[in-house]
């Protein structure tokens, strides 16, 4: 137990050391070699727990920002989910947006795809429970609405579109409003 504990304070000061440079630079400027002074850490042990940089991108990510959304989700709306993602990148807007221009629209998005296609299949295996729906149709509605949530989210860290968090989420929530239960509806009469 004491080898997990020690190995996830390191994955931390690897985790702390590249968002200290995020803030300062691109991801794609940054090297491993600086995040192993930064952090006090040689290459050798960066390696020993991450491929790449990507990697601990998004072990970062999936420790800040997913885990704590996804141990919470019994508590929270989706609503409340998508709002603490977007409070999360709001707080974290430099190292996230260097992310976004650094690794490109389509790497951010299959960070996050997989936590997010989680989220929305466990809303609509909640919401289809009263209903007969095959897992295909399940398994489509919920990456329709991951790739959508995610082509909005990264529109938004764009500043194409211009709104608060909470204004976004008020109007996703209006937009998708009852269509996720209707479209249960009407594949379960297929």
């Known amino acids: 137990m004491a080898h997990s504990g020690a ?25 491993i070699r600086e995040i192993v002074e930064d952090s006090g850490l040689n290459r050798q042990t960066f390696y020993y727990h991450f491929k790449d940089i990507y ?3 998004e072990w ?5 920002a997913i885990r704590l959304l996804k141990e919470n989700m019994t ?21 996230c947006t260097s992310a976004l221009h650094s690794l490109g629209r389509s790497h951010l998005e299959s960070f ?14 909640e ?21 959508s949530f995610a082509a909005v989210l990264i529109s938004w860290m764009k500043g194409e579109i211009k709104l608060t968090a909470e204004e976004l989420i008020e109007m996703i929530s209006i937009t998708i409003s009852n ?4 479209a249960m509806e009407r594949f379960s009469e297929m």
């Open 7 to 31: 190995s996830g304070r390191t994955k931390k000061a690897l985790s702390e050391s590249l968002k200290k440079m995020m803030k300062q630079k691109p991801l794609n400027k940054i090297s």
């Open 55 to 57: 990697d601990l991108v």
């Open 60 to 64: 970062m990510f999936e420790q800040e």
């Open 75 to 95: 508590f929270l709306t989706w609503e409340d989910s998508c709002l603490y993602l977007l409070k999360y990148i709001e707080q974290n807007w430099e190292v």
């Open 112 to 125: 996050f795809y997989k936590d997010i296609y989680s989220i929305l299949r466990s809303v609509i295996d």
């Open 127 to 147: 919401g289809a429970s009263d209903l007969i729906l095959q897992e295909k149709y399940k398994d489509f509605l919920a990456h329709f609405y991951t790739v």
């Open 179 to 182: 269509n996720i239960r209707s």
